[in-house]
């Protein structure tokens, strides 16, 4: 029977094994810089470790545990959906936006689906599968990076705003992003790394703690309690004023702007009334708010719901304009690739590759 392996990304271990078979700690110096400045994923061919070393990490690691099940990328060629597959089955996706400023963003996972059931996310529709390891996380960054490396590219951004809440898989969200963010490994900077929240109180206060300079994004979606609980159901636990308490703190202890994601659907979220009460909200908060067009047909509540008009939406940026809020209109990528905001739902050729259903907000054990 052959010995699990475990990932070369989780460093604690690797210097474990290094020491228990007589080895000095300079040697992860060398394993850390071919893995993440070099990308070689084949362990016996790192040439700066001698041949038992590389011999010890074949035997016993694993660079990848997720397997690419397909990709395809959107026709302007800026957006690429990755789907993997991981140890047990479960399916994931990650997706890389290449922005026409030259700016390259990976869009990232942290859990197999999704348990808070928004209304407007396909990614709802699935529940919580189970948390991903911060292993997982951190191929999906690795596999972008190697991506753009050989397009003569660079990963800028990382964003957790792919399928998943990260602040209710909290430990292995960090370890992630201190992974990446670590000097010695892919050495994307703090300030470059966002993560989106449906407003997990808890997870914002330790987070406004640990990671003061990343960026915090929160899907709000509705500036009142009656509005909100319709479309999220996270609103039952944190209602807005609860929230807004917390990010107050939040801006008290880091100093930074927070971003406010708004979706637009039509009849929805895109009263005027709701304008002027998100702009009542926001006034002399440190908030920008994101205006989200909906994806027609792809939430929980499936066709029924259509995407704002552009004039609609100018209204509402009118209204936070006059109370001095900034906004921009989040431009859509990858909708022809079922890769844009709230379209994460595992579909390969619009077909669902989705095999087993989670658990919900309210129903998680």
């Known amino acids: 029977m052959s010995t699990p392996t475990f990932s070369i990304h989780d460093e604690v271990r690797i210097k474990e094994l290094l020491l228990a078979n007589g080895h000095k700690p300079f040697r992860y110096a060398q394993i850390e810089n071919a893995i993440y400045k070099n990308f070689i994923t084949d362990f016996s061919k790192i040439e700066t470790l001698p041949k038992e070393i590389r011999e010890i990490l074949v035997r016993n690691c694993h660079y990848q545990s997720l397997r690419v099940h397909s990709s395809s990328t959107s026709a302007d060629g800026q957006t690429t959906k990755f789907l993997f597959k991981t140890h047990d089955d479960k399916m994931i996706e990650a997706v890389i936006m290449r922005h026409l400023s030259g700016r390259n ?178 006034k002399d908060r440190m908030a920008h708010v994101n205006f989200i067009p909906y994806n027609p047909g792809e939430g929980i509540m499936g066709d029924g719901m259509l995407p704002t008009s552009r004039l609609i939406i100018a209204k509402f940026q009118h209204e936070l304009e006059k109370a001095g809020v900034p906004s921009t209109v989040r431009h859509t990528m990858g909708d022809d690739i079922d890769a844009a905001c709230g379209q994460l739902a595992l579909k390969e050729n619009g077909e669902s590759l989705a095999t087993e259903q989670g658990r919900s907000m309210g129903k998680i054990s």
């Open 105 to 282: 963003t990976l869009c990232v996972s942290s859990q197999a689906g999704c348990p808070m059931a928004c209304v407007f996310c396909a990614t709802g529709k699935l529940g919580l599968i189970r948390n991903l390891d911060f292993s997982e996380i951190v191929e999906q960054v690795m596999y972008a990076a190697d991506t753009l490396d050989k397009e003569g590219r660079k990963l800028r951004n990382v964003v957790y705003m792919g399928m998943g809440e990260p602040f209710l898989n909290y430990e292995n969200l960090k370890r992630s992003i201190e992974s990446v963010t670590a000097q010695k490994k892919l050495d994307i900077s703090v300030r470059r790394v966002t993560v989106s929240t449906c407003g997990i109180i808890p997870g914002i206060d330790r987070f406004a703690d640990e990671f003061p300079q990343v960026s915090l994004a929160v899907s709000l979606h509705a500036p009142n309690d009656v509005a909100r609980s319709r479309i999220m159901p996270v609103e039952t636990t944190y209602p807005i004023d609860q929230l807004m308490a917390s990010l107050d703190r939040y801006v008290e202890k880091t100093n930074k702007r927070i971003f406010y994601e708004y979706i637009m659907i039509s009849g929805i979220t895109d009263r005027i009334e709701y304008a002027r009460e998100l702009a009542v909200l926001l």
